[in-house]
Structure formats: structure tokens, C-alpha cells
């Protein structure tokens, strides 16, 4: 799995988003240590707070089926009619930074991308210095 295949899966994952009120589609695609990939689309609500993001999703649905050990996500993002090559950078809000910080090592690696071959590269701990995590609750 190279770098280009991850970001297709995120742009297929996009397809499935349900986004009713924003009209922006965003899609992830997570890959495993052991090299696994689980998927995510943000899912909207008409109560709007429990809009789930992408990225989320991706976390929640593999962290359910035991995964524990995480090396990547690729994320695409934009409005439903922007097509792949046609999307801005779509970076990851503060909420699922957290949870990224909850699960990963600060050299995960967070790819944004706007097509399968123009991408910028991030570490977690690029975007979140000196974030508060597992470690800072240890006796
Ligand atoms: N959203 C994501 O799914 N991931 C991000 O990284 C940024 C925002 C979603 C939440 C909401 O459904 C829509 O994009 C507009 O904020």
C-alpha cells in the first residue's frame, strides 16, 4: 500500500458522505501498522453537534474491531461538486486531532491530499505541539 492507493480509498470513502446541511464531503482513509486500511466519511445531523468528521469515523471503526496500533491517514475534502485534482487541503479539526493524540505516537503521519499525486505530508505533532495525551495521565 503506497501512498497514492491510501488517498484513492480516502476518495472513495468520500462518496458516502452524508452531508446534508454542509454540503462538504470529506473522506479518510487510515492505515494500520500492520497495514490495514479503515475508511470514514463525515456523517451530518439535523441537531448538527453530533456531526461525526471523517476522520473520526475511520478512528472509531477500527479502534470498535480492536485495532490499536496506527501508522497513517490520508484525508480529502471539499465541497460535493469538487471532484478530485479540483479540492483545497482539507486539515483535520482540533476534535479529531485529539483523538488522533489518543491512539498514535507524535510521528503519525497525516496526509492531506487534493489528488493521489499532490499531497502534503504532516506529523502529528506538527499540528498538534505539546498536545495533551495518554502519557501526561501516567502515575
Ligand atoms: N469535516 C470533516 O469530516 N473533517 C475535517 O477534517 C473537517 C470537517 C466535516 C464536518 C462537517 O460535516 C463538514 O466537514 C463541514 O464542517
New binding site residues.
Given amino acids: 500500500m503506497n501512498i497514492s492507493q491510501l488517498i484513492e480509498k480516502a476518495f472513495e470513502a468520500r462518496e458516502a458522505?452524508y452531508?446534508p446541511?454542509?454540503g462538504?464531503?470529506?473522506g479518510?482513509a487510515l492505515l494500520t501498522a500492520d497495514g490495514k486500511i479503515y475508511t470514514g466519511?463525515?456523517?451530518?445531523s439535523s441537531s448538527y453537534s453530533p456531526?461525526?468528521?471523517?476522520?473520526?469515523?475511520a478512528f472509531f471503526k477500527a479502534v470498535s474491531e480492536g485495532e490499536r496500533n496506527f501508522a497513517a491517514i490520508a484525508?480529502v475534502?471539499g465541497l460535493k461538486e469538487k471532484k478530485k485534482g479540483e479540492t483545497q487541503l482539507?486539515?483535520?479539526?482540533g476534535v479529531?486531532r485529539q483523538v488522533m493524540m489518543e491512539f498514535c505516537d507524535t510521528s503519525f503521519m497525516v496526509i492531506l491530499a487534493v489528488s493521489p499525486d499532490e499531497y502534503n505530508i504532516y506529523t502529528l505533532e506538527e499540528l498538534l505541539p505539546l498536545g495533551f495525551g495518554p502519557n501526561n495521565l501516567k502515575k
Fill in positions: 458522505a452531508i446541511y454542509s462538504f464531503a470529506v479518510a466519511c463525515n456523517i451530518e456531526t461525526n468528521c471523517a476522520e473520526r469515523t484525508i475534502g482539507c486539515p483535520p479539526c479529531c
